[in-house]
């Protein structure tokens, strides 16, 4: 099995994941305790990167259960822009995600998933989709008094963002997912300047940031390597 991962994963990709558990349970233990849920959540999160970055299918999986996860703890602290977004969107649309990925496997390999590359119109198109989510949930928020209220309408178009190009295979939902993680840190600081055991989600957050860019970078050359494939077949 320990080859099986090594020959898989590289050896900074497994260096990632381990400094990101590292820190997670270490923040975890300082500053929280007591909600394990957290921490699983946390630790779930960021093997469903490692595992999109490579374009596998299980990463989706991890990220369905993170997002029910997620969606109860946001709860907790009023974020009901994070649950709704989660539960309501990322969840759902992630399901999407992995029926997709599992059909469009690279040249039969269901632990990669073809890349896919977005039409100028299609791109043209998420700009109006986005703005209407957008619209509609700051009312919804707002109708439930949501804390924190044009952090949490921003979280919910980045959520867009990335769960759509997730589900079309775009290398970009990294960078979106990105985006995200940054409007999820100023959530989460504003959360943890209540009450400090909120700063072990903050450092969650903080290390999906990482691990987002890595998988961009990884996706990029994912898509490199498939297209000179292509080429080479012709």
Not at 10 to 39: H, K, M, P
Not at 54 to 78: D, E, H, T, W
Not at 129 to 138: D, G, Q
Not at 177 to 187: F, Q, T
Request: hydrophobic share 50%.
């Amino acid at each position: 099995m320990s080859r099986k991962i090594t020959s898989y994963f590289s050896g900074l990709e497994i260096a990632i994941w381990l400094i990101s558990v590292f820190l997670l349970t270490g923040s975890f233990l300082v500053f929280d305790r007591n909600n394990y849920i957290t921490l699983t959540a946390s630790l779930i999160g960021v093997t469903s990167i490692l595992l999109n970055a490579k374009g596998n299918p299980l990463g989706q999986f991890l990220m369905v259960i993170f997002s029910c996860i997620y969606g109860f703890i946001s709860y907790r602290v009023a974020y009901y822009g994070e649950m709704a977004t989660y539960l309501g969107m990322t969840m759902p649309m992630t399901v999407f995600a992995l029926v997709t990925w599992l059909r469009h496997p690279y040249k039969g390999k269901r632990s990669e998933v073809s890349v896919n590359h977005l039409s100028v119109k299609e791109v043209l198109l998420i700009i109006p989709l986005s703005a209407a989510v957008t619209v509609v949930f700051y009312f919804i928020l707002k109708f439930f008094n949501t804390a924190n209220l044009i952090p949490s309408t921003l979280s919910v178009t980045t959520s867009f963002w990335a769960v759509y190009l997730t589900f079309r295979r775009s290398p970009y939902f990294s960078l979106a997912y990105a985006l995200n993680d940054i409007v999820l840190i100023v959530l989460w600081t504003l959360a943890s300047m209540n009450n400090l055991k909120y700063i072990s989600v903050l450092v969650c957050f903080s290390a999906f940031l990482a691990n987002d860019i890595y998988a961009f970078i990884s996706w990029k050359k994912m898509e490199k390597k498939q297209s000179e494939c292509i080429i080479v077949d012709r």
